[in-house]
């Protein structure tokens, strides 16, 4: 890990993630996709996907504006972040599907999880957590054969305009070889993301196939399908 980035103000950053379990749900991955293959968690924030997948034989490594702060610094952060969040869900729970959490209680601890798995594995194995701020990634091109985004792109269209979007997803393009999976297709209010198909025609102009695919996760209502965008040319490749 680089040192503090001291122009990032720390309280501009929610430092939550989810678990390995939610991701592989998410993006409808089976544990033998993930074996021997060099894989991006973009933005990973306190995501245990990482930390997990690794000891599974994937090579994944972590990229995040917030690792420019120390796993110290981001665990206490996240705590309070994980707390502030719940406290909020409590007033709208009837716009999220209880199935997998359960309650509450049940969301908290799984964040805590997350965010506690994430920290240590970061303090272990700090060179898999690089600090970057989208839309530019420190890598070479093609470098990951497989790189996953959850809860970041199509979400905020409201704080990320279309030529963040643009210019992100061009980046992800660059950096990886085989397959970019993304995941939800709508914003907090369960919208499917306005400039979506727009993006989509893009990337297909680009060489690319993309999908739409319901995945067997669901918390907010609504937000359960991924897009699974693939280089044309590694479309039936199975990723050895
Ligand atoms: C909602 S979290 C999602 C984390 C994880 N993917 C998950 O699904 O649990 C969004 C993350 O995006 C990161 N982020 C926000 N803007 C960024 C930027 N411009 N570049 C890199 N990361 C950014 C935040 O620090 C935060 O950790």
Redesign the pocket.
């Known amino acids: 890990m680089s040192g503090e980035e001291p122009k990032l103000d720390l309280d501009r950053?929610?430092?939550?993630?989810?678990t390995f379990d939610e991701y592989m749900r998410m993006f409808d991955l089976l544990p033998e996709e993930l074996a021997g293959r060099r894989i991006l968690?973009c933005?990973?924030?306190?995501?245990s996907f990482t930390a997990k997948a690794n000891t599974l034989g994937a090579d994944v490594t972590a990229?995040?504006?917030?690792y420019y702060h120390t796993p110290a610094k981001l665990a206490q952060k996240g705590l309070q972040d994980i707390e502030h969040a719940m406290h909020q869900l409590d007033k709208v729970q009837d716009n999220f599907v209880w199935e997998y959490f359960k309650s509450i209680d049940g969301l908290r601890k799984v964040r805590i999880e997350a965010l506690t798995d994430s920290t240590q594995d970061r303090t272990s194995v700090s060179n898999r957590y690089i600090p970057?701020?989208?839309p530019e990634l420190p890598f070479r091109d093609q470098e990951f054969e497989l790189t996953l985004s959850?809860?970041?792109l199509f979400m905020y269209g409201d704080r990320l305009d279309y030529d963040f979007h643009m210019q992100t997803l061009q980046e992800l393009m660059r950096v990886t070889k085989e397959e970019i999976r993304i995941f939800p297709l709508v914003n907090l209010s369960s919208q499917r993301y306005e400039h979506l198909d727009p993006l989509i025609e893009y990337m297909v102009s680009q060489g690319w196939t993309a999908e739409e695919i319901k995945v067997p996760y669901e918390f907010q209502k609504g937000a359960n399908h991924m897009l699974r965008i693939r280089r044309m040319n590694a479309a039936d490749h199975s990723g050895a």
């Open positions: 950053i929610v430092f939550i993630g989810r968690d933005p990973a924030g306190a995501c990229v995040d504006i917030a970057a701020v989208l959850a809860h970041f």
